[in-house]
């Protein structure tokens, strides 16, 4: 059976003046006009195409890509406005898609970028954008994560405690300021790791392997940052969060545990305004 919202290989059943119909399965046949066919393909073969409905509510295939399938979030482009209707956005096919004014966020204008995720419309069968992430995405249910699985993320928002992420396409996870590299934007893309799983299932993740699994790298870094500037760096416990960042790109808490680390290996001093590797002996 052809999936709407998504890439299915379909066998070519018959040509007709309009195009090739393709057999959908339970969805009957399904049309792939005919500008869109590709060289080489006849009846009796399959195709790779897109699925999804027309103006007119009929199935049709196509071989384009979009830029994003149902289900996905993507940053996509304003083409145009209707005031009555609502938003149209580029998603890499020849027709645009409806963000309608119900599944709107806040007012956008044309040429600017828009975080949503391609939905089945329940009412019509048609995909739709939708701008209200928050009400789609679930905090996930205890025991779907652990502490260290990787995950893919998405920056959605910023709040007071840091950037609300779209954690593997399906539920809500935090990342705290203190995490972050830089300053986020909405529809920014990272590989990341499950920092913390609370008792209700709401889960903190990190752009970096949490806890004792991002402290042996980072020392290796430490240990080459100090080689490579003659045994000397002017860090220590006491250095702002922002130069600590801005230079080895982590948070101070993550800075501390790997120095800590190297010291307790007696592998670097720890002066009251730099540390410095154990090859050069204290200064009296």
């Not at 709107?104 to 939708?130: C, H, M, N, W």
């Not at 994560?145 to 920056?155: A, P, T």
């Not at 790109?249 to 590797?277: H, M, N, T, W």
Request: proline content about 7%; aromatic content about 8%; glycine content about 10%.
């Amino acid at each position: 059976m052809a999936n709407i919202g998504k890439r299915n290989v379909l066998t070519i059943v018959r040509g007709a003046p309009p195009g090739f119909y393709l057999d959908g399965g339970t969805h009957g046949e399904i049309l792939l006009p005919g500008k869109l066919i590709p060289p080489g393909a006849t009846p009796g073969g399959t195709i790779d195409v897109f699925v999804y409905r027309d103006s007119e509510d009929r199935l049709v295939a196509t071989p384009q890509k979009p830029l994003v399938m149902v289900g996905q979030f993507a940053m996509l482009r304003v083409v145009s406005i209707n005031p009555r209707i609502g938003v149209f956005l580029d998603w890499g096919l020849d027709k645009d898609l409806l963000l309608p004014m119900r599944e709107t966020f806040k007012p956008v204008s044309t040429g600017e970028y828009v975080l949503v995720q391609v939905v089945l419309d329940e009412k019509t069968d048609r995909l739709i954008a939708s701008a209200r992430l928050n009400r789609r995405l679930a905090f996930p249910p205890v025991g779907t994560y652990k502490e260290g699985d990787s995950v893919n993320l998405i920056v959605m928002s910023h709040s007071e405690l840091g950037y609300n992420m779209i954690v593997n396409d399906a539920h809500r996870g935090l990342l705290y300021d203190s995490d972050a590299k830089g300053r986020l934007e909405p529809g920014d893309r990272f590989d990341g790791y499950v920092r913390t799983v609370r008792p209700d299932g709401k889960i903190d993740v990190a752009l970096g392997k949490s806890g004792y699994r991002r402290i042996a790298p980072l020392t290796d870094e430490i240990l080459a940052a100090l080689v490579a500037k003659g045994g000397r760096l002017p860090f220590n416990d006491n250095s702002s969060p922002e130069a600590i960042r801005e230079y080895f790109g982590v948070s101070k808490k993550a800075f501390k545990q790997a120095i800590g680390s190297l010291f307790r290996e007696r592998r670097i001093y720890i002066d009251p305004d730099c540390i410095r590797i154990v090859f050069q002996k204290p200064e009296r």
